[in-house]
T-cell receptor, first 114, second 114 residues
Framework: GENVEQHPSTLSVQEGDSAVIKCTYS??????FPWYKQELGKGPQLIID?????GEKKDQRIAVTLNKTAKHFSLHITETQPEDSAVYFC?????????????FGTGTRLTVIP | DTEVTQTPKHLVMGMTNKKSLKCEQH?????MYWYKQKAKKPPELMFV???????INESVPSRFSPECPNSSLLNLHLHALQPEDSALYLC?????????????FGEGSRLTVL
């Protein structure tokens, strides 16, 4: 099965600085790579995703890059704000029986210091 | 506000009790999921229903019994649980049909087994 590793486990940055979280995956058949943000007491929420036919995707202050050859992908958050503080999970998936089978990384607790 | 509604938000039960967790979505999604999340850990997939049929069971003990009465509802029946089953149980839904896409998570049901 798929194995997703995520680093770092905790990350503290000053408000306005950038944050980078990295993930690697093992299954070369994985073709979908979402990033989820989980705030305290809530379920995970998708913030950005990328498919295997694309190398980079950007949405305002958030960007994701994918290197299929090396089997790694990264989340970049620029101009961080206190509300970016949360746990971030990367995930990898390949379509199976018509539904997602997401394998999550171990999570990164991001703290943005005002 | 999440569009996946889970009840109850909190549940305390003894090891001999029988209880159920409920999940509802009205987004027309035909894939629904149960995940288990322990503190400071990523969500772990338990079950996937695709078009109201169980398509994935990640070797979950039989004391957890899923049920999908219709395309909008997903239940998780609990019986004879162990204290180590205490966790946040997350329900999610997505479009089905072979294309990977966003999972919409509920806020979870926090279960404590005494």
């Amino acid at each position: 099965g798929e194995n997703v590793e995520q680093h770092p486990s905790t990350l503290s940055v000053q408000e306005g600085d950038s944050a980078v979280i990295k993930c690697t995956y093992s299954d070369s058949a994985s073709n979908y790579f979402p990033w989820y943000k989980q705030e305290l007491g809530k379920g995970p929420q998708l913030i950005i995703d990328i498919r295997s036919n694309v190398g980079e995707k950007k949405d305002q202050r958030i960007a994701v890059t994918l290197n299929k050859t090396a089997k790694h992908f990264s989340l970049h958050i620029t101009e961080t704000q206190p509300e970016d503080s949360a746990v971030y999970f990367c995930a990898a998936s390949r379509s199976q029986t018509g539904a997602n089978n997401l394998f999550f990384g171990t999570g990164t607790r991001l703290t943005v210091i005002p | 506000d999440t569009e996946v509604t889970q009840t109850p938000k909190h549940l305390v039960m003894g090891m001999t009790n029988k209880k159920s967790l409920k999940c509802e979505q009205h987004m027309g999604h035909r894939a629904m999921y149960w995940y288990k999340q322990k503190a400071k850990k990523p969500p772990e997939l338990m079950f996937v229903y695709s078009y109201e049929k169980l398509s994935i069971n990640e070797s979950v003990p039989s004391r957890f019994s899923p049920e999908c009465p219709n395309s909008s509802l997903l239940n998780l029946h609990l019986h004879a649980l162990q204290p180590e089953d205490s966790a946040l149980y997350l329900c999610a839904s997505s479009h089905a049909g072979g294309r990977t896409g966003e999972l919409f998570f509920g806020e979870g049901s926090r279960l404590t087994v005494l």
